[in-house]
């Protein structure tokens, strides 16, 4: 969907909403249960109202800090990874608790950037995260820090909510910090400072807006908030950067309330998803389908299933974009969820036997409509 204004954010389907150390790591208890728990209350009451989120968490490295008595010297890269793998069982069981209370279940989801750099694992990412929507099931995502290195490292926790925004192809990525939005000064130094409500495009004038300094947990301040919103935005994906310490603030968000700063795109993501897979990515291969098939791809907007598949060109992989033939024509294009001997072995027949023909069965569907593009 298209958001043009706060009044579209009542019709927000599905949200990333990202969560820092600075709310949720405490010095003391290592984390804040009762942020989690208010955090997850409007959550909740969101998702009864049909909107699906996905939580992007810091808090694994901070919680690890606290519980080893790390908290006053400089850390070793090894010695965050290790604090990372302290801390995640601590917040998942935080989490866990909290949408227990809900009836809701989570999962665990840790990535890394080149899990999105890559192909396959990013539809791999994008098709679990149905999968779990489709469950009632809460994704609960954090960088891997047990195995992160630099090349690979997000950076910080914006980061890696906007990429996961644009895996998930969510309506709205959500940024709660402990600040309500973005200012025109200093909130802190100069009484005159003023809440920016809405960003039509960010620019420069906004980045100089931004510190760079995050809190004593946590490595994003504005400046990193700025970045992730305008990842999501280029993308087709509006951003919003509101304060986690008030009660209520997502819900009134959602509602379409002036709180917080938003940040619109001005671009349909679906049609700028469109254009990456009709413009940008090279057909790899080609897959020929009969009449029926035909007929269910572009008038009732079917995925692409194997048994209407009458013969496979070319050689690709699980990931790749390949053409979809119909009579000699091209009708449409696709990322396919099998590779090109995979789908000779199973095409003409029905989804039900693809476990027993390949011995696995990861998806029905050969090309699921999401990620198909009609010519």
């Known amino acids: 969907m298209l958001i043009s204004g706060r009044s579209?954010?009542?019709r927000v389907r599905?949200?990333?909403v990202k969560v820092g150390s600075s709310l949720l790591a405490d010095a003391e208890t290592g984390i804040r249960q009762d942020v989690i728990d208010r955090l997850v209350d409007e959550l909740a009451l969101l998702m009864a109202d049909g909107v699906q989120v996905v939580v992007v968490t810091s808090g694994s490295v901070a919680l690890g800090r606290v519980r080893m008595h790390w908290l006053h010297r400089e850390l070793s890269v090894h010695e965050k990874q290790a604090a990372a793998a302290i801390g995640q069982p601590k917040l998942m069981r935080a989490y866990g608790q909290a949408f227990e209370r809900h009836g809701k279940s989570v999962a665990q989801m840790l990535l890394t950037k080149d899990d999105l750099r890559h192909r396959r694992r990013y539809l791999n990412t994008s098709n679990t995260s149905e999968t779990l929507f489709?469950?009632?099931?809460?994704?609960?995502?954090?960088?891997?820090?047990t195995v992160v290195v630099a090349e690979i490292k997000f950076g910080d926790n914006d980061s890696l909510g906007a990429l996961v925004s644009l895996v998930v192809d969510a309506d709205l990525l959500v940024?709660?910090?402990d600040v309500d939005g973005l200012y025109d000064a200093d909130?802190?130094?100069s009484r005159e400072a003023t809440r920016i409500g809405v960003v039509a495009q960010l620019d420069e004038r906004h980045e100089a807006m931004a510190g760079d300094a995050g809190?004593?947990?946590g490595t994003g301040g504005m400046a990193s908030k700025l970045a992730a919103a305008r990842i999501a935005t280029r993308a087709g994906v509006t951003a919003a950067i509101i304060s986690g310490k008030k009660s209520g603030e997502l819900t009134r968000l959602l509602a379409g309330e002036d709180v917080g700063t938003l940040f619109l795109c001005g671009v349909d993501r679906q049609a700028r998803r469109k254009q990456w897979i009709t413009e940008i990515l090279r057909p790899c291969g080609q897959i020929h389908v009969d009449a029926g098939a035909a007929r269910a791809l572009t008038e009732q907007g079917s995925s692409l299933l194997p048994i209407g598949v009458t013969d496979v060109q070319g050689v690709f992989d699980k990931g790749d974009c390949v053409e979809i033939v119909a009579d000699s024509t091209v009708i449409a294009r696709g990322l396919c969820n099998y590779t090109a001997d995979e789908v000779r072995r199973i095409q003409g027949h029905a989804s039900s036997e693809i476990k027993r023909i390949l011995g696995f069965h990861d998806f029905s569907s050969l090309i699921h409509r999401d990620n198909l593009v009609l010519m």
């Open 187 to 189: 909130p802190g130094e």
């Open 215 to 217: 809190s004593s947990f």
């Open 8 to 10: 579209d954010l009542k």
């Open 14 to 16: 599905r949200v990333v």
């Open 134 to 145: 489709s469950a009632g099931v809460v994704p609960i995502v954090n960088e891997n820090d």
């Open 175 to 177: 940024m709660l910090t």
